[in-house]
């Protein structure tokens, strides 16, 4: 697209007199269509990258802020905006949601719920996203609850329990539609549930199917958990997966076993915690499965985005999933089979030796969690934990933010209380050698670290790669940064003042880029100076066929 | 104003004051709430109070008496609302009321019911603490002082006598947060070395000896370092006889904060 297509596909959208639906061909092609952000991972392979490159590494020291939009909602902040019909869609703590202008950030409706008593929650009452469908957006609600709501008014369409919060479950996920289906994951495993993953009719809110990510017994994998540990197993599944549209597959990380710190009374590999799922998306049944940490004790969920890559791995061209994980190692799959090819540590490992040629790591002994505390890297945050990850097809790098360091775990027997919580004990830092961070570049086909900007607190926000040459992240310190995607060189900052704990986006207005991050309890968008297409040349730069996600 | 409320009429309504001053614990005595209220202090306490609550960077709880008041509700509320001027947070808005109960079980489950040997003189302590210790260079006890390391006016109910003694003889087994030393070499060559008051991904702030402030961009000066070990110099064990180590750490445990002047 250059500048003249992308200021006809504008004025076609307004001369039309209302703006087009978000049809499911419309996701499918969310990649093409630069102008909007229309879902979490911007396509549905999780690349967060966007072919716009009027803001460039020769230019990006230029980018002021446009508006800043303040919720005033306590919390942590880490939800990826949508873009659609000249509107930014976003989702804030303690159930606010709004609707703001793109053109000056005013809010245009707000939505609340108050967080009835109850609800259990280990890590922050956040939400992390919008999905869209048609006229209906549509977000989870802590009370584990999954809404539809009107996108032109944020009125309610409908509203659906899913799962019960007496249970100890919660939601914050950030849902994705895969054709008229909106799926979501669940949070709780701290709180002993046994999670699934659900998709819900988009129009009518009715559940059509759910896959647990524990299974009973007598199901396969049900003989991994001794005695009736499976009913407390969780398995959380809190970031949202990505689909495969040749292949109809949704691909799902799923989380920590419960009780966390102490596998003691969950004997057994504790299928499918800490793992990827692939499930068939008209059924939800499962189509093969990859278990990162079997029997984990150290809380390494594998919910990192699974990310969709046709790359070269040993010569080969596979079709691939990938994840640098929170235990420390990225892994690709083929993501048709989930076989294995290339398991490597990214950062400092103390707990396996490597990955064997059976899929199972080699564990190094004396690493587990015992009363008094015990060291082992990573630590409980990994490595890489939800914040969201980049692929960028211009370097063919995948970007994502770390934490480096170690922890001391401990363990501790714990009787089991329904909505109580429920981890066998903790993790405490190590004295006089704190946690720090980085953003990496690794090359997608061997593992290989290509460059890595190392930061002096683990990285808090996720990452957005674009066509300009350039990788944006951001800090627990607040500062917005963008890097040379090539290099890892810092270009350019800018101090939010607020922590960022969300991934940043970018979108096209009356034809100019802009890109937006939440930090502390605001939205806040940049641009160049200048009106659109001055300051910058906007060049057509389409993408070989075979790296596009979606249908060829 | 509610103390007094409650010591005037005492004698005849105590049990009017006890539900002013707040709620009875419902799970008092309870010992699988104790057990409960373990694994959730070892999630949201252990950090500072340390595994078994002895303390650490935080007060020891298991000495059965509590600076913020004796009775549930006292802890109940500190636990709910944080404590003000001292490193305690809120958990209220984390934890339901029944799970700040549970901690409350639990910490009374732990307590020892014996105070803390104080054999220190008091006086003598705080003579040694301005005279010949010299640790108001660096510390300050309310309004008198220095500012480089951390203000001392609370260190009586913020740190355990455990912890206290080992800050003095050994400064690096923990860092206070915020304390790390700073070096930075600029441009010219001149080195500037002092705790951190400020430190990200392209910034260093720092306080110096003579107290003064000092900001730099990392990309304006020829290296910054930051090292997690402490300014303080680790002469102390040999500075100090037992005797008057102990005075000093009679005279820091008995710092409970800002000491208004009597009209």
Same mark, same amino acid.
């Given at each position: 697209m250059n500048r003249w297509t992308a200021i006809l596909a504008v004025a076609l959208a307004v001369s039309s007199g209302r703006a087009a639906d978000v049809t499911w061909d419309k996701l499918l092609r969310a990649q093409s269509d630069p102008a909007s952000w229309l879902t979490y991972g911007r396509n549905h392979a999780g690349w967060r990258y966007s072919e716009l490159d009027q803001i460039n590494a020769g230019n990006v020291a230029q980018l002021v802020p446009q508006w800043m939009f303040q919720t005033g909602v306590q919390g942590k902040f880490e939800t990826t905006p949508l873009v659609h019909d000249r509107m930014m869609f976003v989702t804030a703590p303690i159930n606010h949601a709004y609707a703001l202008d793109?053109? /000056?950030?005013?809010?245009?409706w707000h939505y609340y719920k108050a967080l009835p008593p109850g609800v259990s929650i280990c890590c922050g009452q956040v939400n992390r996203g919008f999905a869209i469908l048609g006229q209906k957006l549509f977000k989870v609600n802590l009370e584990s609850r999954l809404l539809a709501l009107d996108a032109k008014t944020g009125s309610v369409l409908w509203e659906t329990e899913i799962d019960s919060i007496k249970k100890g479950f919660s939601a914050t996920v950030a849902p994705l539609v895969v054709k008229n289906m909106v799926l979501v994951g669940i949070a709780g495993a701290e709180y002993g549930v046994r999670a699934f993953i659900d998709a819900f009719d988009?129009?009518?809110?009715?559940?059509v199917w759910r896959f647990w990510t524990v299974p009973s017994p007598g199901e396969p994998g049900g003989d991994t958990w001794g005695g009736d540990s499976w009913q407390r197993g969780g398995g959380s599944t809190w970031v949202t997966g990505t689909y495969d549209p040749e292949l109809n597959l949704v691909y799902w990380g799923t989380g920590n076993p419960g009780p966390d710190w102490n596998g003691d009374v969950r004997p057994g590999d504790n299928l499918y915690t800490d793992s990827l799922v692939a499930l068939d998306a008209d059924t939800g049944k499962l189509k093969w499965y990859y278990q990162f940490t079997p029997h984990d004790v150290h809380d390494w969920d594998a919910i990192s985005d699974p990310v969709l890559v046709d790359i070269l791995v040993k010569g080969q061209k596979v079709k691939a999933v990938i994840q640098a994980n929170r235990n420390g190692f990225y892994y690709v799959m083929d993501r048709a089979t989930g076989k294995l090819l290339l398991a490597t540590p990214y950062t400092k490992v103390s707990w396996a030796d490597s990955i064997g040629p059976d899929g199972r790591p080699v564990l190094i002994s004396g690493q587990d969690p015992t009363p008094e505390g015990n060291q082992s890297c990573p630590s409980i945050g990994g490595g890489h934990n939800w914040q969201a990850s980049a692929y960028s097809p211009q370097t063919g790098l995948y970007y994502f933010p770390t934490a480096e360091g170690c922890q001391i775990y401990y363990k501790t027997d714990q009787e089991f209380r329904e909505g109580q919580l429920y981890t066998g004990s903790t993790g405490g830092p190590i004295p006089l050698e704190p946690t720090t961070g980085a953003v990496m570049a690794v090359e997608p086909g061997t593992g290989v670290t290509r460059w890595k900007y190392e930061?002096?607190?683990?990285? /808090?926000g996720g990452v957005l790669a674009t066509a300009g040459g350039l990788v944006f992240a951001g800090d627990r310190e607040g500062y917005f940064i963008a890097l040379d995607a090539r290099t890892g060189k810092p270009l350019w900052k800018f101090p939010t003042g607020g922590v960022v704990i969300a991934p940043p986006i970018t979108y096209l207005l009356d034809g100019k880029q802009y890109l937006a991050i939440a930090a502390g309890q605001s939205m806040i968008t940049f641009a160049l100076p200048g009106p659109a297409g001055r300051s910058a040349s906007f060049s057509a730069r389409r993408l070989p066929p075979q790296t596009r996600p979606g249908p060829q | 104003m509610r103390r007094f409320r409650c010591l005037w009429v005492m004698g005849l309504m105590t049990a009017v004051c006890a539900a002013q001053t707040g709620k009875k614990?419902?799970?008092?005595?309870?010992p699988r709430a104790a057990d409960e209220g373990r694994m959730m202090f070892r999630g949201s306490?252990?950090?500072?109070?340390?595994i078994k609550a002895e303390g650490g960077r935080g007060p020891d709880l298991t000495l059965g008496t509590f600076s913020v008041g004796e009775a549930d509700a006292d802890l109940y509320n500190v636990i709910a609302n944080g404590s003000a001027g001292t490193e305690m947070p809120e958990f209220g808005s984390r934890l339901e009321e029944e799970n700040i109960w549970r901690l409350v079980t639990f910490l009374r489950s732990v307590a020892r019911r014996e105070g803390v040997a104080i054999t220190g003189n008091r006086a003598s302590g705080e003579k040694l603490f301005w005279g010949k210790g010299q640790c108001g260079q660096c510390h300050r006890v309310q309004a008198q002082g220095g500012r480089m390391g951390p203000d001392l006016t609370l260190a009586g109910r913020q740190r355990s006598l455990a912890y206290l003694k080992e800050s003095i003889l050994d400064p690096n087994a923990d860092l206070t947060p915020g304390y790390p030393t700073i070096t930075v070499v600029t441009r010219d060559a001149k080195t500037i070395v002092g705790t951190q008051r400020g430190f990200d991904n392209f910034s260093a702030q720092l306080m110096d000896a003579g107290e003064n402030f000092h900001s730099f961009l990392k990309s304006d000066v020829r290296s910054v370092k930051r090292e997690f070990r402490s300014l303080m110099p680790d002469n102390y064990r040999r500075l100090f006889p037992e005797l008057e180590l102990n005075d000093l750490l009679a005279y820091l445990h008995s710092l409970r904060g800002l000491v208004e002047e009597k009209k």
């Amino acid at each position: 697209m250059n500048r003249w297509t992308a200021i006809l596909a504008v004025a076609l959208a307004v001369s039309s007199g209302r703006a087009a639906d978000v049809t499911w061909d419309k996701l499918l092609r969310a990649q093409s269509d630069p102008a909007s952000w229309l879902t979490y991972g911007r396509n549905h392979a999780g690349w967060r990258y966007s072919e716009l490159d009027q803001i460039n590494a020769g230019n990006v020291a230029q980018l002021v802020p446009q508006w800043m939009f303040q919720t005033g909602v306590q919390g942590k902040f880490e939800t990826t905006p949508l873009v659609h019909d000249r509107m930014m869609f976003v989702t804030a703590p303690i159930n606010h949601a709004y609707a703001l202008d793109l053109l /000056t950030g005013r809010q245009i409706w707000h939505y609340y719920k108050a967080l009835p008593p109850g609800v259990s929650i280990c890590c922050g009452q956040v939400n992390r996203g919008f999905a869209i469908l048609g006229q209906k957006l549509f977000k989870v609600n802590l009370e584990s609850r999954l809404l539809a709501l009107d996108a032109k008014t944020g009125s309610v369409l409908w509203e659906t329990e899913i799962d019960s919060i007496k249970k100890g479950f919660s939601a914050t996920v950030a849902p994705l539609v895969v054709k008229n289906m909106v799926l979501v994951g669940i949070a709780g495993a701290e709180y002993g549930v046994r999670a699934f993953i659900d998709a819900f009719d988009a129009d009518t809110g009715k559940r059509v199917w759910r896959f647990w990510t524990v299974p009973s017994p007598g199901e396969p994998g049900g003989d991994t958990w001794g005695g009736d540990s499976w009913q407390r197993g969780g398995g959380s599944t809190w970031v949202t997966g990505t689909y495969d549209p040749e292949l109809n597959l949704v691909y799902w990380g799923t989380g920590n076993p419960g009780p966390d710190w102490n596998g003691d009374v969950r004997p057994g590999d504790n299928l499918y915690t800490d793992s990827l799922v692939a499930l068939d998306a008209d059924t939800g049944k499962l189509k093969w499965y990859y278990q990162f940490t079997p029997h984990d004790v150290h809380d390494w969920d594998a919910i990192s985005d699974p990310v969709l890559v046709d790359i070269l791995v040993k010569g080969q061209k596979v079709k691939a999933v990938i994840q640098a994980n929170r235990n420390g190692f990225y892994y690709v799959m083929d993501r048709a089979t989930g076989k294995l090819l290339l398991a490597t540590p990214y950062t400092k490992v103390s707990w396996a030796d490597s990955i064997g040629p059976d899929g199972r790591p080699v564990l190094i002994s004396g690493q587990d969690p015992t009363p008094e505390g015990n060291q082992s890297c990573p630590s409980i945050g990994g490595g890489h934990n939800w914040q969201a990850s980049a692929y960028s097809p211009q370097t063919g790098l995948y970007y994502f933010p770390t934490a480096e360091g170690c922890q001391i775990y401990y363990k501790t027997d714990q009787e089991f209380r329904e909505g109580q919580l429920y981890t066998g004990s903790t993790g405490g830092p190590i004295p006089l050698e704190p946690t720090t961070g980085a953003v990496m570049a690794v090359e997608p086909g061997t593992g290989v670290t290509r460059w890595k900007y190392e930061m002096v607190t683990p990285a /808090t926000g996720g990452v957005l790669a674009t066509a300009g040459g350039l990788v944006f992240a951001g800090d627990r310190e607040g500062y917005f940064i963008a890097l040379d995607a090539r290099t890892g060189k810092p270009l350019w900052k800018f101090p939010t003042g607020g922590v960022v704990i969300a991934p940043p986006i970018t979108y096209l207005l009356d034809g100019k880029q802009y890109l937006a991050i939440a930090a502390g309890q605001s939205m806040i968008t940049f641009a160049l100076p200048g009106p659109a297409g001055r300051s910058a040349s906007f060049s057509a730069r389409r993408l070989p066929p075979q790296t596009r996600p979606g249908p060829q | 104003m509610r103390r007094f409320r409650c010591l005037w009429v005492m004698g005849l309504m105590t049990a009017v004051c006890a539900a002013q001053t707040g709620k009875k614990n419902p799970l008092a005595g309870d010992p699988r709430a104790a057990d409960e209220g373990r694994m959730m202090f070892r999630g949201s306490c252990s950090l500072c109070h340390g595994i078994k609550a002895e303390g650490g960077r935080g007060p020891d709880l298991t000495l059965g008496t509590f600076s913020v008041g004796e009775a549930d509700a006292d802890l109940y509320n500190v636990i709910a609302n944080g404590s003000a001027g001292t490193e305690m947070p809120e958990f209220g808005s984390r934890l339901e009321e029944e799970n700040i109960w549970r901690l409350v079980t639990f910490l009374r489950s732990v307590a020892r019911r014996e105070g803390v040997a104080i054999t220190g003189n008091r006086a003598s302590g705080e003579k040694l603490f301005w005279g010949k210790g010299q640790c108001g260079q660096c510390h300050r006890v309310q309004a008198q002082g220095g500012r480089m390391g951390p203000d001392l006016t609370l260190a009586g109910r913020q740190r355990s006598l455990a912890y206290l003694k080992e800050s003095i003889l050994d400064p690096n087994a923990d860092l206070t947060p915020g304390y790390p030393t700073i070096t930075v070499v600029t441009r010219d060559a001149k080195t500037i070395v002092g705790t951190q008051r400020g430190f990200d991904n392209f910034s260093a702030q720092l306080m110096d000896a003579g107290e003064n402030f000092h900001s730099f961009l990392k990309s304006d000066v020829r290296s910054v370092k930051r090292e997690f070990r402490s300014l303080m110099p680790d002469n102390y064990r040999r500075l100090f006889p037992e005797l008057e180590l102990n005075d000093l750490l009679a005279y820091l445990h008995s710092l409970r904060g800002l000491v208004e002047e009597k009209k």
